[in-house]
């Protein structure tokens, strides 16, 4: 089982590296050609910062390891919340945009809340199974659609994205090579993470449920977490909770979606204890900006997230 740790550490290593360079070479080629800033930050830094997720699920999804796919999303969209969002509020009280708080927390609840539609087959549908179907997966695809143009429009207001992006000076054919190291990377990352991470499952008499919603989702959410750390160190408390909050978003309408599509993902009964705990990480994010003055998440409010994310994994290692 050592080997297989290390070779799991090593994944995670390899799948992070890989994304970042990826979204610096493909970043540095785009506006090379011309393409704009909004286009690049929409696209590539989108779907760069959640590609270790991604490329996890759609190596899980193809192996047909259902509760890796749902432990993965909705670990990560627990982590992402009472984790990183308390992590970076005890750092520094996070201040809400008006757009923030009204639309985009709000979806992210809906989000939370669909899943828990979409995986109650057996009541709502008298089926034999509880599952999200690949028909699931578009329904949850399109709005994934309708979330981007949404960004897009958003996007357009200056007031709304005061900070332009950072985008590296790369020669074409260097920003080329270090595209295929970062897919080659996410390739060999997300396959030593899914192996390893069920070979370390089966060695500890866990669940895969259990690796995915601790080990997995806390791995493949180290960029986010580094991104919102960062930002509040730099007083952009904005950047920290807008890049959670539509992480959760893209987590659950795109990857959820694309793995259904690749393969229904099968629902235990085990899995509405998470799905519940997700739709409470939403519910509580929204009240709590409410508390107090302002539309503010506050030192005190942080250091509950923490309490509860520590209980809640807690519970599942003591009751697995």
Known sequence: MIVSVGLLLLGFVILVYGADKLVEAASSLASG??????VIGLTIVAFGTSAPEMVVNVFASMDGSSQ???????????????????????ILPLQV???TTWIEIPLSFLAAVLVLVLVSDVWLNDFSVNLISRGDGIVLLLFFSVFLVYNIVVSKNPDQHPDS??????????????????????????KLIVDNAISIALDLGLSERIIGL????????????????????????????GNVVGSNIFNIFFILGVSAVIGPVVVADANYVDIL?????????????????GRILNRL???IFLVIYVIYIASLVLME
């Open 33 to 38: 050609f011309g393409v704009s800033q909004l």
């Open 214 to 241: 601790t080990i997995v989702s806390v791995g493949t959410s180290l960029p986010e977490l580094a991104t919102s750390v960062a930002a509040v160190r730099k007083n952009k408390v904005d950047i920290a909770i």
């Open 301 to 303: 409010e942080g250091g």
């Open 165 to 190: 992006l950072e985008i590296p000076v790369y020669a074409t054919r260097k920003a080329i090579f270090w595209i295929l190291v970062g897919l080659g990377g996410l390739i060999l990352g997300g």
């Open 68 to 90: 890796m796919v749902l432990g993965n999303v909705l670990g990560s969209n627990i982590f992402n919340v009472f984790a990183i969002l308390g992590i970076a509020a005890v």
């Open 277 to 293: 705990i997700n739709i409470l990480a939403g519910l509580l994010l929204f009240i709590f900006i409410f508390t107090g003055k």
């Open 97 to 99: 945009k008006t757009n």
